[in-house]
């Protein structure tokens, strides 16, 4: 099975189901289209700034016109990402899993990163960004969340998640 490697705590926001969707600036491989993969959380440290701000853009989109659309612009559903947030930034928190396995998902057929963000109320003209960095959404479909992180070293691209019996130290 192929593994993916997501900085927190969109790794985690994939497994919650609070981010449908997976963007890059090149489309999912034909190959792995239709494929479950893993979900590996990188090992790279959270930037709680980002966290905190994306939090606040989230809870607080009802309260003006500017954060409704800057919330619409993140392609997150708020009410399942606004606890993964918080984990990510907040003191005394339970902290999110890094270098490790969460989880897996189906990637679905890419779909252009305009369209998408056009589903969750984002007009076309606002999206200009989108096209230039992550014209690409995956969409992560039938999520599996582990019951516990499997720690694992994580790679670039897409690469080779152990077989079980390699993960129990049996194969070389």
């Not at 494929?35 to 853009?57: C, F, N, P, T, Y």
Request: charged content about 20%; proline content about 9%; overall charge negative.
């Amino acid at each position: 099975m192929k593994a993916l490697t997501i900085w927190q705590p969109w790794a985690s926001l994939i497994i919650a189901g609070a981010k449908p969707y997976e963007f890059r600036g090149w489309r999912a491989p034909r190959s792995l289209i239709g494929q479950r993969i893993v979900i590996h959380a990188a090992a790279k440290k959270i930037d709680g700034e980002e966290a905190s701000a994306l939090w606040h853009i989230l809870t607080n989109r009802n309260a003006c016109d500017e954060l409704a659309l800057a919330a619409a612009e993140t392609c997150l559903h708020p009410d399942l990402a606004t606890p993964i947030l918080a984990r990510a930034f907040m003191p005394l928190c339970e902290l999110l899993p890094m270098s490790a396995g969460i989880g897996t998902a189906v990637i679905g057929v890419p779909r252009l990163g305009t369209e998408i963000a056009e589903e969750f109320g984002v007009p076309r003209a606002n999206d200009s960004d989108r096209d230039s960095h992550a014209n690409w959404g995956w969409p992560m479909l039938d999520i599996e969340p582990w019951e516990s992180p499997i720690p694992m070293r994580g790679a670039q691209g897409f690469w080779n998640w152990p077989e079980p019996e390699q993960l129990l130290g049996g194969a070389k």
